[in-house]
């Protein structure tokens, strides 16, 4: 691995991490064409179980952490996508058409965002009201151990007491879940995936559709919709930003309305100065309006820099302005 280029290393004893195998994996990133991801995975694993077997019958302990396991990237997440808005409106169709538990199921799915398991565990008493003519569904402990209410409209009202409706012509016995079990719930997400599979074939959608679609599809409607993106990733349930960016589906139609909404309506981070008309004031006034431009233009300046000592030296700068401006207007009340 390093005779080539270190033709100075001649035993074990000599090999180090720097620079020798950190100088490897430069290397490897510089291969015309480039390696891909798994080969590059594969060929990082295989030599720390060559470097593992040698610092124990070598005796080298020092061998093992030659290549640590943060030097060996994640496999890329190929996160399901949203549908398309043709694919949406023939799947909804259908399930309406069909009108029976799972199809009820998956609308739910599809207009609140929740997971399979999530629906799966729902409880029969899982809409609330929330206020006047308001209601939302308590979600259950999910994926990431949370739980959320999720504000709904009179359509998914209307899903939930159809599902409350079938669950008590149910033979099975009452266990307080919205859809009945046969044996467990893994059994029942099973049968679930499969109605759906079933359902894209009989419409003639792609049949490699996803119940985890559903989410990425109102994920992306609520963005378009104009819920913010704080506010998307309290109805998914998410606590990390990054996997919400995951979930939605910006195209670039998205783009050119939010260009053009922020052209006509601008909103600025700091309020600028109000623009004195005719003559410039005297007295305590003037200098209130002349600390108010100063403070605006130091303030778009810093929110220009990176983040470094001079960006903080700036901040603190603007507090005291702030402080003196409270001072100032005290004053001018007396």
Known sequence: MAGAKYADVRSLHQLQRHPH???????????????????YINLLIHMRGIFHELAWTEQLPELAYLLRREDVPRMPQRLPRPLTAEQDQILQ???????????????LMRHTGMRIGECADLRCDCLRCT???????????GKLKTERMVPVDSFVCQLVERLRFFRSLDALPADGFLLPRPHTKEAL??????????????????????????RHTYATEMLRSGVSFPGV????????????????????????REFHSARLHPRYLVPQPKVVTGSVRFGLNGV?????????????FRRTLPDNP??????????????MLCELRRLNTK
Not at 22 to 39: D, I, R, V
Not at 131 to 141: E, M, N, R, S
Not at 235 to 253: Q, R, V, W
Not at 311 to 320: K, T
């Open 310 to 323: 001079v960006r903080g030296s700036l901040h603190r700068l603007s507090n005291r302005l702030t402080k």
């Open 233 to 256: 990733m309290k109805l998914l349930g998410h606590n990390s930003s990054d996997m919400t960016m995951k979930y939605l589906d910006i195209a670039l139609p998205d783009l050119q």
């Open 288 to 300: 209130i309006d002349s600390v108010l431009g100063t403070q605006h233009v130091l303030e778009m």
């Open 93 to 107: 169709q259908e399930l309406l058409r069909r009108n029976d538990v799972a199809a009820n199921a998956f609308l």
């Open 131 to 141: 206020g006047p003519q308001q209601w939302a569904i308590h979600v259950p402990l």
């Open 21 to 39: 195998v950190l100088g490897w994996l430069a290397h490897l990133h510089l291969q015309s064409p480039p390696l891909a991801t798994a080969s």
């Open 189 to 214: 997400v099973r049968q679930l995936r499969d109605y759906l599979h079933e359902v894209c074939f009989s419409v003639n959608l792609p049949t490699h559709i996803v119940p985890h679609q559903l």
